[in-house]
């Protein structure tokens, strides 16, 4: 229940924000909700409420709950993908999983941990290594990429090089209630 009142809640702000500027909205599942065959009524009955747009939403999901479920998380993510909305595999490559799960799941990218992210800068060869071959995999597959715990303008600036489009961290902007979002939307665009 408190899963479903943050969806609608989120989605009810994001329809707002998207008359300020066009933006996405990510929302993190929880293991329950991914194993919940009644998510995607959810999810659906949601968006047609708030008068969200499908290919607004993207859905989180971390690696580990998805290799833990069985068989029930494919089916609800097949489902999700059939309300339109995007999917990405949260804090990918941390966990146990395996390359091979990636065709049974119908997920839209990949998210790059911060700790790869954050050891890049810091000099770590391997984790340079490791999120250029998240980003490059990512591509092959036809599939986004999103690194998260961007903190300064040179990791911001190397991701790009690399091909990884999207980011989030506290480069772009400290976590905020949604009064301070809608503010940040209506004011200049800061590139």
């Not at 400290?174 to 503010?183: K, S, T, V, Y």
Request: with cysteine; net charge negative.
């Amino acid at each position: 229940a408190i899963g479903a009142w943050v969806l609608r809640d989120a989605c009810a702000h994001a329809a707002r924000w998207r008359a300020l500027r066009p933006i996405t909205l990510h929302v993190n599942l929880s293991p329950r909700q991914v194993i919940d065959p009644t998510l995607p009524g959810v999810v659906a009955d949601t968006l047609e409420a708030t008068g969200l747009p499908a290919e607004a939403l993207v859905l989180e999901i971390t690696e580990t709950s998805l290799m833990e479920r069985g068989a029930v998380a494919p089916a609800v993510l097949r489902e999700l993908k059939r309300v339109g909305v995007g999917l990405v595999l949260d804090d990918f490559g941390t966990g146990w999983s395996s390359l091979s799960h990636l065709r049974h799941f119908p997920i839209s990218g990949l998210k790059v941990d911060r700790s790869f992210v954050g050891e890049m800068e810091a000099g770590s060869e391997t984790s340079g290594l490791i999120v250029a071959g998240i980003v490059q995999m990512a591509h092959a597959l036809g599939l986004d990429s999103v690194a998260e715990g961007v903190e300064t303008r040179e990791q911001a600036e190397r991701l790009s090089r690399l091909g990884c489009r999207h980011a989030q961290g506290y480069l772009f902007a400290r976590p905020m209630d949604a009064a301070a979002i809608g503010r940040l939307l209506a004011g200049p665009v800061v590139v």
